[in-house]
């Protein structure tokens, strides 16, 4: 399984950002797709995340309203749509998927359910 994120970089506090994570399998193959981010100094946090079954979106409190997750499964990829960026929204980025050996029990949103991950992509948000 090979996935890989894009579409990080520099924007000023109120833009937006648009990321990608291509993966190499149809997107049916996962149980969930799910989008993290780590800050300087701090653990990796789950920001949204996608259930493939019925394409329902799930977001951290921190970022509702303002990130929509989607996909297009004619190009296996999910997206992650960024407005209205804080200084706060500074992290690496990183795309995950789930294939479904961990419990349903786990959140979908916690990076302990998730079992391939992909490098990065740096989102700095700064004036």
């Known amino acids: 399984v090979q996935l890989q994120a894009s579409g990080g970089g520099l924007v000023q506090p109120g833009g937006s950002l648009r990321l990608s994570c291509a993966t190499t399998?149809?997107?049916?193959?996962?149980?969930?797709i799910g989008w993290f981010r780590r800050a300087p100094g701090k653990e990796r946090e789950g920001v949204a995340a996608i259930r493939t079954s019925d394409g329902a979106p799930f977001y951290a409190d921190s970022v509702k309203g303002r990130f929509t997750i989607s996909r297009d499964d004619a190009k296996n990829t999910v997206s992650l749509g960024m407005k209205n960026l804080k200084p706060e929204d500074t992290a690496v980025y990183y795309c995950?998927?789930?294939?479904?050996?961990?419990?349903?029990?786990?959140?979908?949103?916690?990076?302990?359910?998730?079992?391939?991950w992909g490098s990065g992509t740096q989102v700095t948000v700064s004036s």
């Open positions: 995950a998927l789930d294939v479904a050996t961990r419990s349903p029990r786990v959140p979908i949103l916690s990076e302990l359910r998730y079992d391939y």
């Open positions: 399998r149809d997107l049916s193959h996962y149980r969930s």
